[in-house]
Structures are given as C-alpha cells and as structure tokens.
C-alpha cells in the first residue's frame, strides 16, 4: 500500500523568504509523486509532478521539487514567497499504470505569507 | 477550452435521504475519479471510471457508488446519508487516466444534516 506524510499541516514565511513543504512517501513500486494547490473554495491545480524522468522537476508558479530515493522524500520549495502562493498544498503519490488515476494524498499543509 | 464541471455546487440533505452528483469531464477525456475531502480524514480516492467501467475503487462502503455514460459524463450516489458524509466531493478527468494529469473540478459541498 501507498502513502504519504506532509511534515507540518501549518507553514508560515515571510514575503521573499523560501518556501518549503515537506513529503515523505511510502511506496513498494516506483511512484508517481505530485504537489497541488487548493485555494479557498476551488479543486486542486496541478503544480509538478514527478514520473521518472527527471528527479528535480519544475513546475508552475517558481515552484519546483526533488525525488530523493534513498530519503523517500519530496519537498517542494519555492525560492521567495508571495502572498498569492498563501493555499492549502497536497502532495500524492499514484502507483500508475491503469491505478494512475487512484492519487492517495497526505493531510495537507496550509501555507500562510505575511507581508 | 471548458475545465471540468460539477454539479450541484452546493447541496442540503438530512440523514437517510440519497443524493446524487454529477460531473462533466474536459472533452476528450475518458476518465473520471472522485474524491472525499474531511477536515478529519483529508482527501480520499472513491472510484475512477473509465469508458463506463470502473476501474479502480477505494475503501468506502457500498452506500457510495458511481457510474460513467458514453459521452464520459460521470454521477456519484450516495444512498443512506450518514453525518459523516458531509464533504466536500471532487472529481478529476484525464485523458486515459494512465499517465496523464489530472483536471480536477471545483467541488460540491453536501452537507448532511
């Protein structure tokens, strides 16, 4: 079985300070690993995902993430925060094949900017 | 292009009636996957539907169940109505749903009462 786990379900920066959110995954099978973002009262957008082509991968909005194998890890960071980046951000993993379309997420991480 | 649609956005029912949601993929797309979100339990995998059969199904009860029709469109029912099924219900379309991303909908709030 799969899962997830976010460290931290609450992260707060400061304006042009780094960003990172924390995703440990558990997975028997190579995953496909993916970070959305939730903005109050919307569905989930897709920032990055990861499907083995290349471990660092760049997504939208300055966001970008690392697959580190041996730590099971990938975190998202973003180099300096902006208050249109304040959401609720989900890491998944999907075991793909015909079970792509069956994500398991972590608990969420609610990113809050301050000026 | 349209993203994808959900409908009702918002919904009141009281225990033990049944409910329906329906959702209208991005053209072209063939699959279809919902999802519960809880403030308790998070985001959880329902079912996914693919060319009207479902492919793939998560741990919930029986009292949840979904279908697909031929233009793609999908409904969720849930019959029964618990508290706890108060949530708000996502679905997603891809593609092939194999190895492409995901659109997901804006949601539909039940509320159980």
């Known amino acids: 079985a799969q899962s997830v786990t976010q460290l931290g379900s609450h992260v707060s920066v400061s304006e042009g300070a780094l960003v990172l959110l924390r995703c440990n995954y558990s997975s028997s099978v190579p995953p496909y690993l993916f970070w959305y973002v939730q903005y109050p009262n919307q569905g989930l957008q897709l920032l990055l995902k990861y499907t083995s082509a290349a471990t660092l991968v760049k997504g939208i909005n300055g966001f970008e993430a690392e697959f580190k194998k041996s730590e099971t890890s990938f975190h998202l960071t973003k180099p300096s925060a902006h208050m249109s980046d304040a959401a609720e951000y989900f890491c998944?993993?999907?075991?793909?094949?015909?079970?792509?379309?069956?994500?398991?997420f972590g608990q969420g991480t609610i990113l809050t900017v301050h000026p | 292009k349209a993203g994808v649609t959900q409908t009702p956005r918002y919904l009141i029912k009281t225990r033990g009636q049944q409910v329906t949601l329906s959702c209208s993929p991005i053209s072209g797309h063939r699959s279809v996957s919902w999802y519960q979100q809880t403030p308790g339990q998070g985001l959880q995998f329902l079912f996914e539907y693919f060319s009207e059969t479902q492919r793939n199904k998560g741990n919930f009860p029986g009292r949840f169940s979904g279908r697909q029709f031929s233009n793609s469109r999908s409904e969720m029912n849930v019959s029964t109505l618990e508290l706890g099924d108060s949530a708000l219900y996502l679905c997603a379309s891809s593609r092939t749903g194999t190895d492409n991303e995901q659109f997901f909908g804006p949601g539909t709030r039940l509320t159980v009462l």
């Open positions: 998944a993993v999907s075991p793909g094949g015909t079970s792509y379309g069956k994500l398991t």
